[in-house]
């Protein structure tokens, strides 16, 4: 067995006082390294577990605070302004209350990439990997696990996890197979999270960045969103997980009851505005600006430094090697640009040696960067957003139009479209093979499909298509598509229940037809 440097055994260690490993609070601490010579695989090593009365917290405290002697250099990360030159020198410390920069525009957390460059690819590699699976505090989180990349220089006492991330990476392989001719097809199911969404590694990195804002005694009372569901939901979770007031503007009648009953089951103040998503955006950005609440829109660029976790997750998975393309569906836009920057980041400290292909999907019915992409990046106009079963990418406006852009550019990107026939029917053909998506995976897919089609994605192509919420969230309109119930659309593959006596012979005769129409099939 390879030698690694993260056991934790009674057996005799040999230290390497030259190399070094982030500790707590991202400091530098001596690293341990158990070699072939001290390393029995055949005798399991010692677990020490914790005194019974000291919880996983206390415990991390107790450790870190043994480790304090050894403290030094410490990581960091501030916010400057989105795509800035090299000679602009604005920045602002992350225990700041902003969110554009002095001139308007967008912020992004920028990572010392120095300090983390004095480890090579190999050394974070590890150290994410003897990561995976733990109860330790705070590493057991996919979005944790990466602290050093993510919010460095915050405390541990004050994350605010459900342990989120580390979400399945699905082989589809019958739906790849039978619907695409492709061996080598993956769904990310981001979906399979605390509230049902990929909206939770995000809010595990603002709500934490509350939290400690609060114990320094800054005015901030509560944490607001506008929503079109999943947002509000993972906000609202851990906000009362940390005992945070939570505020959510909804736009009345365009969300699903699954959605809307989450923040109000979690104790939000939900206020339902006879306006659509951006609508409540305008609202919430001009109420943050009177009152002390914190804006927790993805406008915040600190809940894009935990979303980017799911791409260093996907790598990871694959023994961090590169699929050919991931599909990330797209609303407001910044999950497309924190998967671009958690690939970036992998690629720059060395950890892979390229960075995939993004494709972005929208929903027909509210693409403005399909629009924007088809006239060559010419000029940007925003659309009003209709009704489409994709309700969370109902967006018209969305806030990070310039970071998706340069997401795309960057990663030699496209942007696809899907109507509400097509993103229905490849949810419907997913379900069938053993998925259960949302409509939004179904844009993602569809998307696929015309890509598949047209011959850009080849059948060897790697490629993963990110699941966004999980379909149990979107019941309502899986019904609807096999009641046939939805005008204009064909629905053809519904599935409806058939309808017969309770009479030994009529079931006979139904299953006897059933059976015989798969056989033939087959």
């Given amino acids: 067995m390879a030698s690694s440097p993260f056991f934790h055994s009674s057996l005799t260690p040999k230290p390497r006082p030259s190399v070094i490993r982030p500790g707590g609070n991202g400091r530098y601490l001596p690293i341990i390294k158990c070699t072939s010579s001290t390393f029995d695989p055949s005798t399991p090593a010692a677990k020490h577990r914790r005194p019974a009365v000291e919880n996983i917290r206390e415990e991390a405290r107790r450790i870190r605070s043994a480790d304090a002697a050894a403290a030094g250099q410490q990581f960091s990360a501030k916010y400057v302004p989105f795509n800035a030159g090299p000679d602009s020198s604005e920045s602002y410390s992350l225990d700041e209350v902003v969110y554009r920069s002095r001139s308007g525009g967008l912020l992004d957390v920028e990572h010392d990439m120095q300090a983390l460059k ?13 990561r995976v699976g733990k109860t330790t505090w705070p590493y057991g989180s996919g979005v944790w696990s990466k602290k050093e990349w993510v919010l460095p220089e915050i405390d541990s006492d004050d994350i605010v996890s459900a342990f989120e991330g580390n979400s399945n990476l699905f082989w589809a392989e019958r739906f790849g197979k039978q619907f695409l001719g492709m061996n080598d097809l993956w769904v990310k199911h981001c979906g399979i999270s605390h509230t049902g969404s990929f909206k939770d590694l995000g809010m595990t990195v603002l709500v934490s960045q509350v939290n400690r804002l609060r114990k320094m005694n800054r005015p901030v009372v509560g944490v607001g969103c506008a929503s079109t569901g999943d947002t509000s939901a993972a906000l609202s979770a851990y906000c009362a997980s940390a005992g945070i007031p939570s505020i959510v503007f909804l736009p009345a009648n365009r969300i699903s009851i699954a959605q809307l009953v989450q ?32 804006l927790a829109n993805s406008l915040n660029s600190l809940r894009l430094e935990g979303q980017k976790t799911a791409a260093i997750e996907i790598l ?32 720059e400290l060395g950890l892979v ?50 970071r998706a852009e340069f997401a795309l550019k960057n990663s030699n990107g496209i942007v696809e479209e899907a109507t509400e026939e097509e993103l ?28 598949r089609n047209s011959g850009v ?31 204009d659309l064909a629905c053809r593959f519904a599935n409806p229940p058939v309808e017969v006596k309770a009479d030994f ?6 299953l006897k037809k059933h059976l015989s129409s798969k056989t033939r099939k087959h």
């Avoid at 004095?118 to 003897?130: C, H, V």
């Avoid at 629009?371 to 990418?393: D, H, L």
Wanted: aromatic share 12%; glycine share 8%; proline share 6%.
């Fill in 505 to 510: 012979g009529a079931v006979i005769d139904v």
């Fill in 353 to 402: 040696d390229r960075i995939p292909r993004l494709v972005c999907a929208q929903a027909a019915n509210a693409n403005p960067l399909y629009q924007y992409y088809k006239s060559g990046w010419a000029e940007f106009k925003p659309v009003k957003a209709n009704s489409t079963f994709a309700s969370a990418i109902q967006i018209g406006d969305p806030v990070s139009i310039d």
């Fill in 263 to 294: 923040p109000i089951a979690n104790g939000a103040f939900v206020l339902s505005i006879d306006t659509d998503f951006d609508g409540c955006m305008k609202l919430i950005r001009e109420v943050t600006s009177e009152l002390p609440i914190y």
């Fill in 457 to 487: 994605i080849g059948p060897t192509d790697r490629t993963v298509v990110v699941s966004t919420a999980h379909g149990l969230k979107f019941t309502q309109s899986k019904v609807d598509y096999h009641s046939k119930k939805i005008p």
């Fill in 424 to 451: 229905m029917d490849a949810m419907a053909s997913a379900d069938s093979t053993g998925m259960f998506i949302c409509p939004h995976t179904g844009v993602a897919l569809a998307a696929l499909i015309k890509l």
């Fill in 118 to 130: 004095r480890f090579d690819g190999e050394y974070w590699r590890a150290l994410f990997d003897s």
């Fill in 316 to 347: 990871q998975q694959f023994d961090w090697e590169v699929p050919d393309w991931v599909i990330v569906p797209g609303g407001n836009l910044g999950n497309i640009y924190a998967f671009y920057k958690g690939f970036k980041m992998c690629h």
